[in-house]
Structure formats: C-alpha cells, structure tokens
C-alpha cells in the first residue's frame, strides 16, 4: 500500500458548475472560501482551487467535454439529486449558517446539535450541490 502525501488536505472534492465564475464568487461571499487558483479562458473555468482553512475543493465548468464530463451529472439534471456531497468543519457553525442563509443558501437540514456530537446544517448552493457545515471534527473528537 502506498502512503498518502504529506501535504494540507489529501482528500479534495471536485465540483462542477455551469456558471463556474459566478459560483466562485458565489461560495467565497456564502462559504468563506478563498479562490487560491483560477485558469480560466473567458466565462470557461477549466481548474480552480478553493481553500478552506487546509481543505480545499477543486472545481470547473460543465461543458468542457473529456472523459471526467461523461461521468458526471449535475444535481437539476438527476432530480436535484447528489450522489456525494462535501463536508466542511467551521468553528462557529450558527454565524457560518447565518451567512450562508444571507447569501442564498437553501437551507436543506436545519442546524441542531447533532448527537455524535458537534453542530451543523446542510443547506444547496444556486446550482443545487449540497454541503454539510458543522462544528464536529472527526480528527479532534470520537464519535458515540
């Protein structure tokens, strides 16, 4: 078995948009992510990288055509559906949804304190992907 690389976040979920410029926008002003790379040639984003504390996710624009588009569908093209989903650890998870919430989140779970422990909320971004917000933090905290 090969060891995984020492480097920030060695799990990186990738996304894709059809407006992948204004979702960046979207998701630094809603989420609080910062885009660390963008390549782009006009309203096509062929790579971005967005970070998150030491996560962070990658995504790109539908629309591109290779082989990753064969294999992929967008939530509204499958019933607003998911088939994964991203998971980001907050320190104050009641402010992160406010701002999410302002920003035009649709709330999908509401936050509560979970049992497992922690607190958190799922809600969809504009092109209907889900997203997980909590304060638990699997690395720091073992679960009941």
Do not use: K
Request: proline fraction near 4%.
């Amino acid at each position: 078995m090969t060891a995984p690389a020492q480097t920030g976040s060695t799990v990186i979920p990738c996304l894709r948009y059809r407006d992948a410029r204004a979702a960046i926008a979207w998701l630094e002003r809603a989420f609080g992510f910062h885009a660390q790379a963008v390549y782009a040639e006009g309203d096509i984003v062929y790579h971005a990288q967005l970070v998150y504390g030491t996560g962070m996710i990658m995504i790109g624009s539908v629309g591109t055509g290779g082989d990753w588009e064969a294999m992929t569908a967008q939530p509204a093209d499958i019933g607003d559906r998911e088939t994964q989903s991203a998971c980001v650890i907050v320190t104050d998870p009641d402010a992160h949804y406010a701002q999410a919430l302002a920003n035009g989140a649709l709330l999908a779970i509401d936050i509560a304190d979970q049992e497992y422990g922690g607190r958190g909320y799922a809600c969809r971004d504009p092109e209907g992907h889900i997203w997980w917000f909590g304060s638990y933090d699997p690395w720091r905290e073992t679960a009941l």
